[in-house]
C-alpha cells in the first residue's frame, strides 16, 4: 500500500523568529555553576539587590484560596497608585486612564509594535539595543531601521538630520531606551526635543523604554518622555517594576500614554490574553 508522505510545516514567522541572545547563554551558564564555578551575569538585567521587605510583607496578605481575573487594564487601586509615582518620577500629571497594566514591559512593548504597525512597517531605533526587541519586531512583522552609535560618542543619540534620512512613508515610531539598555546611555533634553520635532513633522509615534530610570548616577539628569511639550498624543512609554523593586519574575509592567484614543485600543489585546497577574498589583499597590 502506498504511504503520503507528510512534513510538518510551520510558519514563516516563528522560522525567522531569532533565539533570545540573552537566554542562549543560559545553558553554559547553568553547567558553570554545576561545576562550582561562580558566574556573575551579565547576560541579563537582573538587580542583585534585594527586593524591598514591605512587599514580601505584602505578598503574605494577598489572596492564596480564590484568585478571580482581574480587569484586563489593570487594577484601579494599582493604576491610581501608579497615578502618584509617575508625578513623583517624572514630574507627569496622568490619570488612571492613561495607564494599562501588562505583563511585564516586554508585553507593553509587544502591544505598541501591534497598535502602531502594519507589517512592513518601519520603526527606527538606534543601535545596540534591547536584543529582545528584534524578536517583537519579527512577531509583528515590523522592519527595524537601525540606526548605529558611537562607543567614542558616549552612544548618544544621532544627529536629527541622520534620523531625517532614514524616515520613510513607512515610519510609524522610533524606539528609545532611556537610561539605555545596553548601553547605560542617558539622553539629553535637547536630543530628545530634537526627536520630538522630528515626530511631529513626520506624524510618527515615540516609544520610550523608560524601565531604567532608577539607574542614573549622581551628576546625570534623566528625562521622560513624558515631559515633552507639543508630543502629549504621540508618546508611549513602557515601563516595568523587574529593576525598580529587583521584581523580574513578578511580571508586571505598564503601558503609559495621555492618547486615549491609542490606549482603547490596546485594550482589546488586553483583553485577548484577560489579565494582568492579580496578585502582584496588590502587592505592589500595598
Known amino acids: 500500500?502506498?504511504?503520503?508522505?507528510?512534513?510538518?510545516?510551520?510558519?514563516?514567522?516563528?522560522?525567522?523568529?531569532?533565539?533570545?541572545?540573552?537566554?542562549?547563554?543560559?545553558?553554559?551558564?547553568?553547567?558553570?555553576?554545576?561545576?562550582?564555578?561562580?558566574?556573575?551575569?551579565?547576560?541579563?538585567g537582573q538587580p542583585d539587590i534585594k527586593a524591598p521587605d514591605c512587599l514580601a510583607t505584602a505578598m503574605q496578605q494577598c489572596a492564596t484560596d480564590y484568585v478571580p481575573y482581574g480587569p484586563s487594564a489593570g487594577l484601579m487601586s494599582y493604576r491610581?497608585?501608579?497615578?502618584?509615582?509617575?508625578?513623583?518620577?517624572?514630574?507627569?500629571?496622568?490619570?488612571?486612564?492613561?495607564?494599562?497594566?501588562?505583563?511585564?514591559?516586554?508585553e507593553a512593548l509587544l502591544f505598541s509594535f501591534m497598535a502602531l504597525c502594519n507589517p512592513g512597517d518601519e520603526?527606527?531605533?538606534?543601535?545596540?539595543?534591547?536584543?529582545?526587541?528584534?524578536?517583537?519586531?519579527c512577531e509583528t512583522g515590523v522592519k527595524l531601521v537601525a540606526l548605529p552609535t558611537k562607543f567614542e560618542e558616549g552612544f548618544a543619540l544621532p544627529d536629527p538630520s541622520v534620523f531625517a534620512s532614514v524616515i520613510s512613508d513607512r515610519t510609524r515610531a522610533v524606539y528609545?531606551?532611556?537610561p539605555g539598555n545596553p548601553t547605560g546611555i542617558v539622553y539629553t533634553r535637547e536630543s530628545l526635543l530634537a526627536l520630538a520635532e522630528l515626530a511631529k513633522q513626520h506624524d510618527f509615534f515615540l516609544i520610550g523604554d523608560e524601565v531604567y530610570r532608577e539607574f542614573v548616577y549622581p551628576g546625570t539628569?534623566?528625562?521622560?518622555?513624558?515631559?515633552?511639550?507639543?508630543?502629549?498624543?504621540?508618546?508611549?512609554?513602557?515601563?516595568s517594576v523587574s529593576k525598580r523593586y529587583s521584581l523580574c519574575g513578578a511580571r508586571i509592567g505598564c503601558l503609559v500614554s495621555r492618547n486615549t484614543e491609542l490606549l482603547a485600543l490596546i485594550?482589546?489585546?488586553?483583553?485577548?490574553?484577560?489579565?494582568?497577574?492579580?496578585?502582584?498589583q496588590h502587592m505592589l499597590t500595598y
Not at 510545516?9 to 537566554?23: G, T, Y
Not at 491610581?80 to 516586554?106: D, F, H, M, R
Request: net charge neutral.
Open 1 to 44: 500500500m502506498w504511504h503520503k508522505e507528510f512534513f510538518m510545516k510551520f510558519s514563516e514567522r516563528i522560522l525567522s523568529m531569532p533565539a533570545s541572545p540573552i537566554r542562549r547563554l543560559m545553558p553554559y551558564a547553568d553547567s558553570a555553576k554545576e561545576r562550582g564555578i561562580e558566574v556573575y551575569h551579565a547576560n541579563i
Open 80 to 106: 491610581k497608585a501608579l497615578v502618584k509615582y509617575y508625578q513623583s518620577a517624572t514630574g507627569a500629571e496622568l490619570k488612571p486612564e492613561n495607564i494599562l497594566v501588562t505583563t511585564a514591559g516586554s
Open 123 to 137: 520603526i527606527i531605533v538606534p543601535e545596540p539595543f534591547y536584543a529582545n526587541v528584534a524578536g517583537f519586531a
Open 176 to 178: 528609545i531606551c532611556n
Open 221 to 239: 539628569t534623566w528625562c521622560s518622555l513624558l515631559s515633552l511639550p507639543g508630543v502629549e498624543d504621540r508618546v508611549i512609554v513602557v515601563d
Open 267 to 280: 485594550l482589546k489585546l488586553g483583553q485577548a490574553r484577560l489579565c494582568p497577574p492579580t496578585n502582584e
